[in-house]
C-alpha cells in the first residue's frame, strides 16, 4: 500500500486519491493525485504533512504499519491548503498529546479551520525540533503557495519535505521514489500542477529556492507525486525555469470559434509557423481543451497567439477565461499575438489586448490581426504575417 522506507527512519505513509474529478474543484485528475504523508522517526516520532480529509482513516492504517500503537508525537504542518490538512482535527481524535508544529500563520489558520489552539509549536525561519537522533529544522517559503508554507529539512538525511513545491498530479502506482518507477508521465502532470496551481508565485518559488540552497538534499519529499531523487537535478531545473517564467521555443495556438471563421485564421497561423520551421505547435480550440492544459502549454512555449470571435459586443466567453487566467498568473517573457473576426463591430481583439495589457507583464508588443466576416485571401495573408512576426520575434 505504497508504505516506503524512504531512508532509515524516514516512512512515505500517504495516501492515493482516485475518485476525486477536479482538484480545486477546477483542474481535471484523469490519473488521480497523491497526497503524500511522511514519517520521521527519531527517539520522538513525527508525521510531517496530513492528507485530505476524505483519507483520513487510510493514512491511520498507514501509520499503524509503521509506528504500531505508538502515537506520533508531533505533526509538522508545511501547508494548510485542506488537501494536507483536512485531516487534521480528526488526527487528533486519535492521537490527542500529538503536538502540532507550524508557524505563526499556520497556528492561526489551525485555530480557525479547526478550532485548535492547545498543545501546539509556533516555529519561525530555521528553528530546530530535535527528535532525538534526526533533528528537523524549518524554512518558511510564503506563498509557495499559501502565507504558510514552510518547508522541513531532516539534516541527518538529507531530506527537505517541500510542501506543494515539486509535486505533481498524477496518483503513485505501487513505487514511490522516481527510480523505482517510470517518471515520464508525471513531468507534465508537474507542468499542469505548477501552472494551474502554483504559477502565479514565481517570485516566492524564486525566493524559496534560494532559501533552501545551502542544504544539502538527496530527497525532495513534496505534497503530491514521486518523491524525487534520481530525477532530482532535473525536477529542481524545471522549478527554476517555470519560476523565472523562461520557456521553450514552440507556440500555443488556443482559439475560440463557433461557426469555422476564426479557426480558419489559426489553421493559416499554425501553417504559416510550421513553414519557418516551428515544430511545436500545440493548438487549443477552448471549446475543447481544458483550462489546466492550456495553462501548463502556456507555461511551457515561448510563443502565444489567442484567438476569438467578438461575441455580444465583448470578447468569446471562454477566451475572456483564458486572458484572465493568464492575467492572475502575471505571465511574463512571451511572444504574443491576437487574431478574431466579427461582423458588425470588432471588440475581440481590443479586448484581448486590453487584458494582457493591463496585467502589464507582457513586455512585448502584441501582434494582432482582426477580420470582418468570412477570411478572404488578404486576411489569411494577415495571419500568415502575424506567424511570421511571432517568429521573427522569438
Ligand atoms: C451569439 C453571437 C454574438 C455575436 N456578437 C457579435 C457582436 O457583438 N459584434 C460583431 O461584430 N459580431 C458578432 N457576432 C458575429 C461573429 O463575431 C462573427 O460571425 C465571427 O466571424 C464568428 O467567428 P467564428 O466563425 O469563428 O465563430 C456574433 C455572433 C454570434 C453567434
Ligand atoms: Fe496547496
Ligand atoms: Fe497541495
Not at 95 to 120: C, D, H, Q, R
Request: net charge negative.
Amino acid at each position: 500500500m505504497n508504505i516506503k522506507e524512504i531512508k532509515a527512519g524516514v516512512y512515505y505513509v500517504g495516501v492515493n486519491d482516485r475518485t476525486t474529478q477536479r482538484f480545486e474543484a477546477l483542474w481535471p485528475l484523469p490519473y488521480g493525485v497523491s497526497y503524500n504523508s511522511y514519517i520521521v522517526a527519531g527517539e520522538k516520532t513525527a508525521l510531517i504533512d496530513g492528507v485530505e480529509i476524505s483519507q483520513c482513516d487510510n493514512l491511520v492504517k498507514h501509520i499503524k504499519e509503521i509506528i504500531g500503537d505508538k502515537h506520533p508525537d508531533y505533526l509538522v504542518i508545511n501547508h494548510m491548503e485542506p488537501d494536507h490538512s483536512g485531516a487534521i482535527k480528526v488526527l487528533r481524535g486519535y492521537y490527542p498529546n500529538m503536538t502540532i508544529v507550524g508557524n505563526a500563520k499556520t497556528l492561526e489558520m489551525v485555530n480557525g479551520f479547526y478550532g485548535i489552539s492547545e498543545n501546539v509549536i509556533a516555529v519561525k525561519d530555521n528553528d530546530t525540533l530535535d527528535l532525538g537522533g534526526k533533528t528537523l529544522s524549518f524554512r518558511l517559503t510564503p506563498m509557495v503557495h499559501w502565507p504558510e508554507t514552510m518547508m522541513t529539512y531532516v539534516a541527518e538525511d538529507k531530506v527537505l519535505f517541500s510542501g506543494d513545491a515539486f509535486g505533481s498530479f498524477g496518483a503513485l502506482n505501487g513505487a514511490v521514489v522516481d527510480e523505482e518507477m517510470d517518471v515520464e508521465p508525471y513531468i507534465p502532470e508537474m507542468y499542469r500542477y505548477y501552472s494551474n496551481i502554483v504559477g502565479k508565485y514565481g517570485m516566492p518559488v524564486q525566493k524559496a529556492l534560494a532559501k533552501t540552497s545551502d542544504l544539502a538534499i538527496e530527497y525532495i519529499c513534496s505534497t503530491h507525486g514521486p518523491v524525487w531523487h534520481g530525477e532530482l537535478s532535473r525536477v529542481v531545473s524545471i522549478y527554476d525555469r517555470l519560476s523565472k517564467y523562461e520557456a521553450e521555443d514552440g507556440v500555443v495556438i488556443v482559439y475560440g470559434s463557433m461557426y469555422g471563421n476564426t479557426q480558419e485564421m489559426a489553421e493559416a497561423i499554425a501553417t504559416r509557423l510550421a513553414e519557418r520551421g516551428v515544430k511545436k505547435i500545440k493548438m487549443h480550440n477552448v471549446s475543447y481543451s481544458h483550462l489546466s492544459y492550456i495553462l501548463s502549454d502556456i507555461f511551457q512555449y515561448k510563443g502565444l497567439i489567442i484567438g476569438a470571435p467578438t461575441y455580444s459586443n465583448t470578447l468569446f466567453p471562454l477566451i475572456e477565461s483564458v486572458v484572465q487566467a493568464i492575467k492572475t498568473r502575471e505571465l511574463k517573457n512571451r511572444v504574443v499575438g491576437a487574431f478574431g473576426s466579427f461582423t458588425w463591430a470588432s471588440k475581440a481583439v481590443s479586448r484581448i489586448n486590453e487584458v494582457l495589457e493591463e496585467s502589464h507583464l507582457l513586455d512585448t508588443e502584441i501582434v494582432s490581426v482582426e477580420n470582418k466576416q468570412a477570411p478572404g485571401n488578404i486576411d489569411i495573408e494577415k495571419c500568415r504575417a502575424l506567424a511570421d512576426a511571432i517568429v521573427d520575434k522569438m
